[in-house]
Structures are given as structure tokens and as C-alpha cells.
């Protein structure tokens, strides 16, 4: 199937073309006609499989020519947000739809001037949505199209109540469209109130990761992970790499380690604030950092091309988090790298992951690094020993390593990100 056989009207196909799309993704295939059809959409689908456009596209094509805030896609974060909004004005480049966005941390009294100018489609994080609604900022009542994107998110940041308060504003006869990574019940309990004798579409399932990511496990003791990424961040092709951390506090150990060892870095996780946050992602955008330390909570809007190299510096306790990072790299089509930096306390991390992924991932040992956890199943790369050995060779058991107390800090700092 082809862009052409979706019938989308001809300033769409150009916005299309600009961006360089040649063939939709299966999750644009499958979305697109049925929206277009004006059904509900419950969609399985995670950020990196193209669903902004199958969710945008649409829209854009139904509201072209008329007048009012048509279309709210509700987001959970404000990267999120913003990058949808990007990609919505980038998609109706070539209409005359106006697209706004708001989300909290920035000063009120802008977003007023900006929605009383009038716009079609409102991308918006619900907490500051409701906020303008409550004041009387903004006008939901000729809304057509709903749209909750990344749903499960927004349910673990606790926004149900400021959901359903904003659905109190919204016309009931209206298209939704629900957009969300996984579907546990309450996931699933949320789509069955909005959602009107849905559809249901899916990406690719959970356990998969995208086709071009090669994924590695490094064994490597805790202490060393540290010199480790600094050695591996040498290697030609490590343009762009995304580093995720369990804790903020390793976010910002791991940013100053890398600074000074003179890499160009920046972290991005909760306690920065909003200009903060944007202004790292905009750098690492545009290749103007190499490294960016993230932690899950931030990492979940983070939409950039090119990312080369997802480093895992503490393996996710979730499998579906591994999934989800590792969807970093390897977006719509490229190709990537996907490390997993894995110390003797996260080996059954490891195995979890293969487990719900039904495969093995395969080690590679570096000399001077890597602690023996080779089990016959596992294919196992020997590295060529590194030119000069870095420190002190610790060979783990794989329980009973001592902890210094800058380590056992960050063990007990895992309350948020
Ligand atoms: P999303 O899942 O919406 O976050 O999209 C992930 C990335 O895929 C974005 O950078 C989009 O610009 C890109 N993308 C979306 N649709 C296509 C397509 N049909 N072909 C190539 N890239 C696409």
C-alpha cells in the first residue's frame, strides 16, 4: 500500500513528500482509512511506529475548511506535546489549519493571547488543559475529534481524574482516538468509557523492537560500567547516543563523568525544569551534544532521528521499559544499536527481558570488563583486548559484591526520575 491509496487530499500528500515518507508504516495502514471512515480507534502502538501521522493525517484531512478548535490531542508529557505539535504543524504546512499547544510550566497568560487567536487543532498535557478550561480560556464545544495519545502513560501519571474532568467539556458525539503502548485493565477500562464500538489496530506486538536495532549485552561489573561507556563512546559511529539511567541521581553521576572526560553531554530527567529539558533535547535534535543521560520518566516523548546508539546503563527492571527504550533508536525504518550494560545483580533483568522477547540477546565480553555469564544457549562475542587496561580488574561473584557507599546511595535513590 502506498501514501496514494489512502486518499488523503493533495496538501497532505505534498506535507508527506516533504518529509521524506515513501510508504506508510503497518500501524499508518491500518489507522489511516479507518479514521478517515470517522470510526473510534483503539490502537496498540508505541512512539517510534509512525502514529503521530496515523493519528494526524486523518484529522488534518477532516478538518480542512472548517472553523473552531475541531481537534484535542491530549498528551502526557510536555516533550510529548511539544513534538506532536511539531509534527502536526509540519503536516499541515501546506493547509491553513492552525495548530496550538499548551502545557504546564510556562506562564499562563501566553497560552491565553494564543487560544483566544483561535485555532483548529489543540495539543495539549491535561493538567494545564484544565486549567484554561476551568478560567474559561478555551472552548472545547465544536470538538470533533479526540485524540488520548500514549494512554497508558497518562493513567501511571495519575491524570484519570483531569481526563474525565475534560471529557465533561467535550461533545459526546465525537470521533476519539486512543493511542496507547500497552493495554493493562486500566488502560483497557479508560478506552471502553470513551470510546464509541471502536476498532482496534496494532503496531507490532509488545515484544518485538524495531527490525534495524541490533541489541547487545555487555557483562560488566557495576563499578566499571562507567569506564566502560567512556571506552565504548570512542568507537567510530557513536554519533548520537541516547544513555538511560534507572535514577536521576546516576542521570547526573553518569552527565558529569562523561563532561569530564570532555564528551559533549546533557541529562534530561524530572527535576529539570521545562526550558531545561527542551533546550537538551533541541541540542541533542540538532548534533549539537553527542551523549543525552535520560531517565524512563523523560525519556518517553523523546522523538529525535538519528539516534545511533541507545545505551541501557542500568538494564530496565521492566521487559516492556527495555522495549520501549529501545525504540529509541532504529525509528521508522533505520538502523541502530541497542547496549545493555549489565552487571552480575542485573542478570536476571537480562534473562526477564529475553524471556518476554523469546529470544537471546547475545553477550559481548570486553576484556578486562566482563565477568563470565555465558550460559551454552547464549551466543558470545570476545571482544580484541582494549589497547590499555583501564584500572583494577574485578572478576564479580555474582551476588556478593561489596557496595562503596556512593553505590549503595544510588541503590536506595530509586524513588522517581
Ligand atoms: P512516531 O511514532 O509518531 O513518534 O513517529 C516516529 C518517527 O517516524 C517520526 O520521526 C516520524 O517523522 C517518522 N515517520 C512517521 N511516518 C513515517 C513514514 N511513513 N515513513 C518514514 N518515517 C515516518
Known sequence: ???????????????????????????????????????????????????????????????????????????PTRELAIQVAEAAREYSAHTELLVHVVYGGTPVHKDVRNLKAGYDVLVATPGRLIDHLERGNADLSALEVLVLDEADRMLDMGFRPQIDAILRHVPKKRQTLFFSATLPNSVKSLAYDILHEPESVEAAP????????????????????????????????????????????????????????????????????????????????????????????????????GISHVVNYDVPQDPEGYVHRVGRTARAGETGEAISLMSPGEIGDVRAIE???????????????????????????????????????????????????????????????
Do not use: W
Open 1 to 75: 500500500m502506498t501514501f496514494e491509496d489512502l486518499g488523503l487530499a493533495p496538501e497532505l500528500m505534498r506535507a508527506v513528500v516533504d518529509q521524506g515518507y515513501e510508504t506508510p508504516t503497518p500501524i499508518q495502514r491500518m489507522a489511516i482509512p479507518l479514521a478517515l471512515e470517522g470510526k473510534d480507534v483503539l490502537g496498540r502502538a508505541q512512539t517510534g511506529t509512525g502514529k503521530t501521522a496515523a493519528f494526524m493525517l486523518p484529522i488534518l484531512h477532516r478538518l480542512r475548511g472548517g472553523e473552531g478548535t475541531r481537534a484535542l490531542i491530549l498528551c
Open 355 to 417: 524471556m518476554h522477547m523469546g529470544t537471546n540477546l547475545p553477550r559481548v565480553e570486553v576484556p578486562d570488563f566482563s565477568f563470565n555469564d555465558v550460559d551454552e544457549e547464549t551466543v558470545s562475542i570476545r571482544e580484541e583486548p582494549a589497547a590499555k587496561r583501564r584500572g583494577r580488574r574485578t572478576i564479580g561473584s555474582r551476588s556478593g559484591a561489596e557496595l562503596s557507599p556512593e553505590e549503595l546511595k544510588r541503590i536506595l535513590d530509586v524513588g522517581g526520575a
Open 206 to 305: 509488545q515484544t518485538t523492537t524495531a527490525e534495524g536495532v541490533v541489541q547487545f549485552v555487555y557483562p560488566v561489573e557495576r563499578a566499571r560500567k562507567t569506564d566502560l561507556l567512556l571506552q565504548l563512546l570512542e568507537r567510530p559511529g557513536m554519533d548520537s547516543v541516547l544513555v538511560f539511567s534507572r535514577t536521576k541521581f546516576g542521570a547526573d553521576r553518569i552527565l558529569q563523568q562523561l563532561q569530564r572526560a570532555g564528551i559533549s553531554a546533557a541529562v534530561m530527567h524530572g527535576d529539570r525544569d521545562m526550558k531545561q529539558r527542551v533546550r537538551a533535547l533541541e541540542d541533542f535534535r540538532e548534533g549539537k551534544i553527542r551523549v543525552l543521560v535520560a531517565t524512563d520518566v523523560a525519556q518517553r516523548g523523546i522523538d529525535v532521528e
